[in-house]
């Protein structure tokens, strides 16, 4: 059973471009959270979403910033726009119905030059 | 009231030692606690947690201890090994599925052969 897939594990964008991150969940696991992780700094919440639905996206920025997590594919976390402050880890969390347990993926580093 | 407060921010310690770091809570919602550990270019991964209706959790070498009415939780780490240098995390969450984690601003340990 394949952990959390994110990918690309490194992504460099010039400011104005816009980032892809995708997620695969572990098999089994409906549930899919963001978090970001600025240097030195703990996680941050960003969105929790099941499979269509956008739960909790309490934590994301107001604007640039999206989710999805379609019926098939990987959940995608898109933003539009970077600037020099959204460089960070992203990281993908998954979790089965039910339970509060949380398995990460290895994160994506995004640099914006 | 949804801060998780930790400390020390990193602490060195000798092998064989006993490595302790401390959070604390404020939202008295949350009711379920637990420690994540990362190593570099690694996602966090679960390494214990802890319900409030117990006082202490034991799993091998780490063991939790929870001071309900102080609010605050600890991470134990008996007989250090160089392999425990990592970054820990702690984190709160209410608990039930779904629900976000929060996550202490995480603790850099070091132990020294």
């Known amino acids: 059973n394949a952990g959390v897939m994110q990918n690309p594990r490194h992504l460099v964008r010039r400011r104005g471009q816009e980032a892809r991150l995708r997620c695969s969940p572990m098999?089994?696991?409906?549930?899919v959270y963001w978090y970001r992780q600025l240097p030195e700094e703990g996680l941050k919440f960003m969105v929790y979403?099941?499979?269509?639905?956008?739960?909790?996206e309490s934590g994301m920025p107001k604007e640039r910033f999206s989710a999805e997590f379609p019926k098939e594919g990987p959940s995608i976390l898109r933003i539009q726009q970077v600037v020099r402050g959204d460089s960070a880890a992203y990281f993908c969390?998954?979790?089965?119905?039910?339970?509060?347990?949380?398995?990460f993926g290895s994160g994506t580093q995004l640099s914006v030059l | 009231q949804q801060q998780v407060k930790q400390s020390p921010q990193s602490l060195i310690v000798q092998k064989g030692g006993i490595s302790i770091i401390n959070c604390a809570y404020e939202?008295?919602?949350?009711?379920?606690f637990p420690w994540y550990q990362q190593f570099p270019g690694k996602g966090p991964a679960l390494l214990i947690a802890?319900?409030?209706?117990?006082s202490e959790k034991k799993e091998g070498r780490f063991t939790i201890s929870f001071n309900k009415s102080a609010k605050q939780f600890s991470l134990h780490i008996m007989d250090s090994q160089p392999g425990d240098s990592a970054t820990y995390f702690c984190?709160?969450?209410?608990?039930?599925?779904?629900?976000?984690?929060?996550f202490g601003e995480g603790t850099q340990l070091t132990v020294n052969p």
């Open positions: 969390a998954s979790s089965p119905p039910n339970q509060e347990k949380l398995f």
């Open positions: 098999k089994g696991h409906s549930h």
């Open positions: 979403l099941q499979k269509e639905n956008i739960i909790d």
């Open positions: 939202n008295t919602a949350f009711d379920y």
């Open positions: 802890i319900r409030p209706d117990v």
């Open positions: 984190a709160a969450s209410k608990g039930a599925s779904g629900s976000r984690l929060t």
